[in-house]
């Protein structure tokens, strides 16, 4: 068995080594690094707790790799240690798997029940890819491990009580490598310490405390003086843990059913590959922690204190849906499911672990092999928009914008630049130290804003932007100005190996200076209105601007928004202020508005961007304050197609689970297409209505009374509908969007919305 396991850790090593990834990819992984280069906790490099050990290891290894021309020596120097350290906790997890039967002595055949936890642990989908990546999890739950082994070990008697204080010394170092091990270790040692044990003497749980004490001293001391100090200490970790609690959805803030099943399916579920593996997994699981409280408690007992404290604390206060914190948790679920399969016998729990293995490995070799070639889509996309602005800057002044989630991504290129070409990217590696591109860079939720300071300081400029695709803020630009997206996504689904993973999936898009663009104070999506709101800005606070790129010719402006108060409020006066002038003002009672203004030949005169101011106050000229969200907003030279809810539309809305944003629609909606003199297509795109009702709906498209188009979508669809000219010009652009089947939410579910639902539209378009 000793051989057995030995060739196991082998293979397990040669199986990753080729794969190791030719990028960083998690923020962590990137604050790791830039700890490599830069010590510095203040800093967050690494962020806080600091992981000394980790990066004492990670200077090692990248400096080796780096003497011996090893691409990308940053990633694959700190992903090495999870190669090697998943290697190790073959061994380490066999030796714990066989303490724990030797807590027991009622098992059919204790080793090779220890052998098949181990290897249907060391091969589901989670721990096998996060050896893979440069992160401490895998190396810290090695140590922990280790310790564990060591200490149940004593425990049972089955070594010398020295083991006990070499397990609590391990312990304490293994904190130093990743903090939340002391969850996995800490309470194992104080039940060793507590518990009576034959030949265990206090001298004994004396010398192991103390060994606990050197095991942290032996990184605390250096990160405090590294650190400047403990005050100085002491302040970064205060500014982590105020991150760690805002801004992140975790059970222990957000105490709703939905974050609950959703912290249990990640955690316990995707793990395995897919929720309907991890069900099967977790069931048996289940099964074996019966058969251990009825026929071996004490064993479930040790499980439980190993395991019990880390799963607490991760259901509670981690961020789940990034599923690697479940790691440690994959141990003692791959040791019950073998036990409930060895209850059935040998054969069964051959096959069974050996099924488990299988899919397994189907599962994760295709993202092994993709992930040890591409690396990260966010480094992939930031690499192809320096490459492309380089090669452009001939054209005019280039830039590159991105999200807040990729900016740590460049403080990283901006230290170190790849060692090479990224796979699918481009022909050399781009030096973002020495790119003649500014890069903007921006704080989290007002990236737009600074390109609209770089347009409007210098109006010719085009930029490539990296944009994280679940967010929706570039609603605030014209996009006809802007070219894509090209899309970088992970070649494999993201939850059971890299789900959390921040910067993840981007869009690289081209932007040439907009034809208008929105500064603070609108609503377009979900997203901008939580932003005007958390401001306290809007029209009826003060104007909401948009800028207009000055032209000769005749435009067409549309503005469309909802009056939010009570039904029977005063109207509000929505008045539009175009560099200074009144052209427009409308009176909007509580509820839905739309206008369209022609703008004359000769009214954007000028150089540059032009202020259109949009103010809302309450008609009667009282100072009451009655809130107006801008929803709407385009403005068009002659002969562009528009387009614009009317009646029938209700507000934006966004749900981040599943980065999905939509709109309802009435049983009745209206959308107003400006009449360009040709034929225009109209595209729809929604949620299948089976979701909400029995049988598909009828949805008619009518122009002037003139059906256009019928369809009856039974699952989600992309609907494009022809809108004929004459028609279109002879309805005045009105476009009626008919459903035979609504439903009311307060009749289904008890609720005060009373809104009628007829079908929700992801998308509406005309070209």
Same mark, same amino acid.
């Given at each position: 068995?000793?051989?057995?396991?030995?060739?196991?850790?082998?293979?397990?090593?040669?199986?990753?080594?080729?794969?190791?990834?030719?990028?960083?990819?998690?923020?962590?992984?990137?604050?790791?690094?830039?700890?490599?280069?830069?010590?510095?906790?203040?800093?967050?490099?690494?962020?806080?707790?600091?992981?000394?050990?980790?990066?004492?290891?990670?200077?090692?290894?990248? &400096?080796?790799?780096?003497?011996?021309?090893?691409?990308?020596?940053?990633?694959?120097?700190?992903?090495?240690?999870?190669?090697?350290?998943?290697?190790?906790?073959?061994?380490?997890?066999?030796?714990?798997?066989?303490?724990?039967?030797?807590?027991?002595?009622?098992?059919?055949?204790?080793?090779?029940?220890?052998?098949?936890?181990?290897?249907?642990?060391?091969?589901?989908?989670?721990?096998?890819?996060?050896?893979?990546?440069?992160?401490?999890?895998?190396?810290?739950?090695?140590?922990?491990?280790?310790?564990?082994?060591?200490?149940?070990?004593?425990?049972?008697?089955?070594?010398?009580?020295?083991?006990?204080?070499?397990?609590?010394?391990?312990?304490?170092?293994?904190?130093?490598?990743?903090?939340?091990?002391?969850?996995?270790?800490?309470?194992?040692?104080?039940?060793?310490?507590?518990?009576?044990?034959?030949?265990?003497?206090?001298?004994?749980?004396?010398?192991?405390?103390?060994?606990?004490?050197?095991?942290?001293?032996?990184?605390?001391?250096?990160?405090?003086?590294?650190?400047?100090?403990?005050?100085?200490?002491?302040?970064?970790?205060?500014?982590?843990?105020?991150?760690?609690?805002?801004?992140?959805?975790?059970?222990?803030?957000?105490?709703?059913?939905?974050?609950?099943?959703?912290?249990?399916?990640?955690?316990?579920?995707?793990?395995?590959?897919?929720?309907?593996?991890?069900?099967?997994?977790?069931?048996?699981?289940?099964?074996?922690?019966?058969?251990?409280?009825?026929?071996?408690?004490?064993?479930?007992?040790?499980?439980?204190?190993?395991?019990?404290?880390?799963?607490?604390? %991760?259901?509670?206060?981690?961020?789940?849906?990034?599923?690697?914190?479940?790691?440690?948790?994959?141990?003692?679920?791959?040791?019950?499911?073998?036990?409930?399969?060895?209850?059935?016998?040998?054969?069964?729990?051959?096959?069974?672990?050996?099924?488990?293995?299988?899919?397994?490995?189907?599962?994760?070799?295709?993202?092994?092999?993709?992930?040890?070639?591409?690396?990260?889509?966010?480094?992939?996309?930031?690499?192809?928009?320096?490459?492309?602005?380089?090669?452009?800057?001939?054209?005019?002044?280039?830039?590159?914008?991105?999200?807040?989630?990729?900016?740590?991504?460049?403080?990283?290129?901006?230290?170190?630049?790849?060692?090479?070409?990224?796979?699918?990217?481009?022909?050399?590696?781009?030096?973002?130290?020495?790119?003649?591109?500014?890069?903007?860079?921006?704080?989290?939720?007002?990236?737009?804003?600074?390109?609209?300071?770089?347009?409007?300081?210098?109006?010719?400029?085009?930029?490539?932007?990296?944009?994280?695709?679940?967010?929706?803020?570039?609603?605030?630009?014209?996009?006809?100005?802007?070219?894509?997206?090209?899309?970088?996504?992970?070649?494999?689904?993201?939850?059971?190996?890299?789900?959390?993973?921040?910067?993840?999936?981007?869009?690289?898009?081209?932007?040439?200076?907009?034809?208008?663009?929105?500064?603070?104070?609108?609503?377009?999506?979900?997203?901008?209105?939580?932003?005007?709101?958390?401001?306290?800005?809007?029209?009826?606070?003060?104007? &909401?601007?948009?800028?207009?790129?000055?032209?000769?010719?005749?435009?067409?402006?549309?503005?469309?928004?909802?009056?939010?108060?009570?039904?029977?409020?005063?109207? &509000?006066?929505?008045?539009?202020?175009?560099?200074?002038?009144?052209?427009?003002?409308?009176?909007?009672?509580?509820?839905?508005?739309?206008?369209?203004?022609?703008?004359?030949?000769?009214?954007?005169?000028?150089?540059?961007?032009?202020?259109?101011?949009?103010?809302?106050?309450?008609?009667?000229?009282?100072?009451?304050?009655?809130?107006?969200?801008?929803?709407?907003?385009?403005?068009?030279? %002659?002969?562009?197609?528009?387009?614009?809810?009317?009646?029938?539309?209700?507000?934006?809305?966004?749900?981040?689970?599943?980065?999905?944003?939509?709109?309802?629609?009435?049983?009745?909606?209206?959308?107003?297409?400006?009449?360009?003199?040709?034929?225009?297509?109209?595209?729809?795109?929604?949620?299948?209505?089976?979701?909400?009702?029995?049988?598909?709906?009828?949805?008619?498209?009518?122009?002037?009374?003139?059906?256009?188009?019928?369809?009856?979508?039974?699952?989600?669809?992309?609907?494009?509908?022809?809108?004929?000219?004459?028609?279109?010009?002879?309805?005045?652009?009105?476009?009626?969007?008919?459903?035979?089947?609504?439903?009311?939410?307060?009749?289904?579910?008890?609720?005060?919305?009373?809104?009628?639902?007829?079908?929700?539209?992801?998308?509406?378009?005309?070209?």
């Amino acid at each position: 068995m000793r051989k057995a396991i030995a060739a196991l850790a082998l293979l397990f090593l040669a199986a990753h080594l080729p794969f190791l990834p030719p990028t960083l990819e998690d923020i962590d992984s990137i604050n790791f690094a830039l700890g490599v280069t830069d010590f510095d906790v203040a800093k967050h490099q690494p962020h806080p707790p600091g992981y000394p050990a980790f990066i004492a290891l990670g200077k090692a290894s990248t &400096s080796i790799l780096r003497l011996a021309g090893v691409p990308s020596p940053a990633p694959r120097g700190l992903a090495i240690w999870s190669a090697i350290s998943g290697a190790a906790l073959v061994c380490f997890l066999y030796a714990f798997f066989r303490g724990l039967t030797d807590a027991g002595r009622t098992l059919r055949s204790p080793p090779m029940l220890a052998w098949w936890a181990t290897l249907v642990a060391v091969t589901s989908p989670l721990f096998w890819f996060t050896a893979l990546r440069p992160l401490s999890d895998t190396t810290g739950l090695a140590a922990a491990t280790a310790a564990q082994a060591l200490i149940v070990s004593a425990m049972t008697g089955a070594t010398r009580p020295r083991a006990l204080a070499l397990g609590a010394c391990l312990a304490g170092f293994a904190i130093g490598l990743r903090s939340q091990t002391f969850l996995l270790t800490l309470p194992l040692l104080a039940l060793a310490l507590v518990l009576p044990r034959p030949g265990l003497r206090a001298r004994d749980r004396i010398v192991a405390l103390a060994a606990a004490a050197v095991g942290v001293l032996a990184w605390g001391i250096p990160l405090v003086v590294a650190s400047g100090g403990l005050t100085a200490y002491a302040a970064a970790l205060g500014s982590q843990a105020g991150e760690d609690f805002s801004g992140v959805v975790m059970l222990w803030s957000m105490r709703t059913a939905r974050v609950a099943l959703d912290a249990l399916m990640y955690s316990f579920l995707w793990p395995w590959g897919h929720p309907a593996a991890g069900s099967v997994v977790t069931g048996l699981a289940g099964v074996g922690a019966v058969r251990l409280l009825w026929g071996r408690p004490r064993t479930l007992g040790l499980l439980l204190v190993a395991f019990g404290p880390y799963a607490v604390f %991760h259901l509670l206060f981690h961020e789940t849906i990034t599923v690697r914190y479940a790691l440690p948790l994959v141990v003692p679920i791959a040791y019950l499911a073998v036990c409930a399969l060895e209850w059935a016998g040998g054969v069964w729990a051959t096959a069974g672990a050996t099924t488990l293995v299988a899919w397994s490995l189907v599962i994760s070799m295709p993202a092994t092999m993709w992930y040890g070639r591409h690396g990260s889509p966010a480094f992939m996309a930031l690499q192809a928009a320096g490459e492309a602005g380089v090669r452009d800057s001939a054209a005019g002044t280039r830039a590159i914008g991105m999200h807040a989630v990729a900016r740590r991504a460049v403080d990283w290129l901006e230290v170190t630049p790849p060692s090479g070409p990224i796979t699918g990217t481009a022909a050399v590696a781009l030096d973002f130290r020495r790119s003649p591109l500014p890069v903007l860079k921006a704080r989290h939720g007002r990236e737009w804003l600074t390109l609209v300071e770089q347009w409007r300081s210098d109006p010719r400029a085009r930029a490539w932007f990296v944009a994280d695709p679940r967010r929706t803020d570039l609603a605030l630009f014209d996009p006809r100005a802007r070219r894509g997206p090209i899309a970088y996504r992970w070649g494999f689904v993201e939850p059971p190996f890299v789900g959390g993973t921040r910067p993840g999936d981007s869009d690289l898009y081209e932007m040439g200076p907009p034809g208008w663009m929105l500064d603070r104070g609108w609503a377009l999506t979900a997203e901008v209105a939580g932003v005007t709101a958390r401001d306290g800005l809007g029209p009826h606070r003060t104007p &909401s601007v948009a800028w207009i790129r000055a032209r000769p010719d005749a435009a067409t402006l549309l503005v469309g928004g909802r009056h939010l108060g009570a039904p029977n409020d005063l109207p &509000s006066r929505i008045s539009l202020r175009l560099n200074g002038a009144t052209i427009d003002a409308i009176d909007a009672k509580p509820g839905f508005f739309f206008r369209v203004v022609s703008l004359p030949a000769g009214s954007l005169d000028g150089s540059g961007y032009i202020p259109l101011q949009v103010g809302a106050e309450p008609a009667d000229g009282s100072n009451r304050m009655l809130p107006v969200g801008l929803e709407q907003f385009d403005l068009q030279s %002659h002969g562009t197609p528009m387009l614009g809810a009317e009646e029938g539309w209700y507000e934006p809305e966004y749900d981040p689970r599943t980065a999905r944003a939509w709109r309802w629609v009435a049983e009745k909606a209206t959308l107003w297409v400006r009449p360009v003199g040709r034929d225009v297509t109209l595209t729809l795109s929604g949620e299948s209505p089976l979701r909400y009702y029995d049988a598909a709906p009828n949805v008619t498209v009518s122009v002037a009374g003139r059906e256009v188009a019928r369809f009856r979508p039974s699952t989600d669809f992309t609907q494009d509908v022809v809108l004929p000219a004459d028609a279109l010009a002879g309805a005045g652009g009105r476009v009626v969007i008919a459903s035979d089947r609504f439903f009311v939410p307060a009749d289904r579910d008890g609720s005060l919305d009373k809104r009628h639902l007829a079908l929700r539209i992801y998308s509406y378009a005309v070209r």
